[in-house]
């Protein structure tokens, strides 16, 4: 390439110094051709136009043929494909008297233009989030050991987009009932309530799809935003990019929380410990925006007063229907639970926590029981591994 500064080199050489065309061709590795054009013509800038279509005098009148290979190979299995060294010499049975160099270049960039479909002129920016503005929700299925069973479980994360705290929380399922007590933890966690809630298109929070993005929430869902005064905001499907900060998370706190599996002797143990190394971590990491503080610090200097005040918990349950059968048992979830005789025949209401079911028939708590939880209308869920 020949910058500014050659140029202006060899019109010095000549005009100043007389030399030669032959002595300044030689001494630079230029042409004389190439000299004599920055001489003759008064331009102080070398321009280059690029070349926008690869001359190919050989494989030019073949092409159609090539692509042709390359089509039918693509219906193919994989390990039954050509690679460019066979049709190489396909093409040279045809006729073809070129070089393997080219259809080699002419493959890989005809493989490459495929992989990659159209040209797209998505545009992608860093995200800003102001303090208090929003928090990213999201689900991971890890590995523990729960009184020494070894079983998954599913982590919900919410991570504020600010500071980066965030809090894992680890239940025996994604039911909704289970998403209303991530957020209350979380929530009490944070000491208040951002502004905006970021979320994938769970189903236990969109019913509906629309273009764009439009979205019809589940109406328990829209409770609870409105409980809270959240404003819900639903990712474009297939674009987790939009959530980008707590899917990240996911795999970090897989490395950091469940490698190696840790073990306890209950769930409310496991996420009693979640919650002090949420803690532990976002005090000692260094924020990426601001490495000289903490995520905490950040949290706790402009994230925390900026939230909105929590009020109360939300009555997080999700509500069924279902009728006691003729042995005054009530199903759910492949369990049966107890109520009163006088029940029997009757459509009762189950309200689902993330820790119990509440049972009502006309308008008030049925008195029953289970066999592990004697306690009146308020049957505790059955332990993970058993759920």
């Known amino acids: 390439m020949i910058f500014v500064e050659t140029v202006g080199k060899i019109r010095r050489r000549h005009f100043v110094k007389g030399e030669t065309i032959s002595r300044i061709a030689r001494e630079t590795g230029l042409s004389r ?11 102080l800038e070398p ?9 190919q005098p050989k494989l030019g009148k073949f092409v159609s043929r090539l692509e042709e290979l390359l089509l039918g190979d693509e219906r193919r299995p994989s390990r039954e494909r050509r690679t460019a060294q066979r049709l190489f010499e396909a093409l040279r049975q045809d006729g073809y008297t070129g070089a393997y160099d080219s259809v080699r270049r002419f493959v890989k960039r005809w493989q490459r233009d495929r992989a990659r479909g159209p040209a797209s002129s998505s545009v992608f920016i860093a995200l800003y989030f102001a303090p208090g503005e929003a ?8 590995m523990v050991d729960i009184a020494g069973v070894a079983q998954v479980v599913k982590v919900a994360h919410v991570r504020l ?3 980066r705290v965030f809090l894992a929380v680890a239940y025996p399922r994604e039911s909704q009932e289970m998403v209303f007590d991530a957020h209350a933890r979380a929530f009490r966690f944070f000491g208040g309530v951002a502004r905006r809630g970021i979320y994938d298109n769970m189903k236990t929070a969109v019913d509906i ?15 609870m935003a409105s409980h809270y005064l959240v404003e819900p905001t639903a990712c474009t499907p297939a674009a987790g990019w939009e959530k980008g900060r707590v899917e990240n ?13 840790p073990r306890f002797q209950s769930l409310a143990d496991l996420n009693a410990w979640l919650e002090r190394r949420c803690r532990e971590i976002a005090q ?11 995520c905490w610090e950040v949290f706790e200097r402009s994230e925390r007063p900026a939230l909105l005040p929590m009020a109360a918990d939300f009555d997080g349950f999700a509500e069924r229907e279902c009728r006691v059968n003729s042995s005054a048992l009530v199903v759910f979830d492949r369990n049966r639970y107890s109520v009163e005789c006088t029940a029997a025949g009757k459509v009762a209401a189950l309200r689902v926590y993330a820790d119990r079911v509440v049972i009502l028939a006309q308008g008030r708590v049925i008195p029953g029981g289970h ?10 869920l059955p332990h993970p591994e058993h759920a």
């Open 135 to 142: 928090y990213q929700f999201d689900w991971s299925h890890e």
């Open 371 to 380: 066999p592990n939880s004697p306690t009146c209308g308020r049957v505790k």
């Open 33 to 43: 051709n190439t000299v004599k054009r920055y001489l003759r013509n008064a331009v």
């Open 209 to 223: 799809i629309f273009v764009g993005r439009e979205r019809r929430f589940n109406r328990r869902f829209e409770q």
């Open 249 to 261: 998370q996911v795999g970090n706190v897989r490395e950091w929380l469940f490698t190696p599996k």
């Open 47 to 55: 321009r280059y136009s690029p070349r926008l279509q690869q001359p």
């Open 161 to 163: 987009c600010h500071s």
């Open 284 to 294: 000692g990491a260094a924020h990426p925006e601001q490495p000289e503080n903490t």
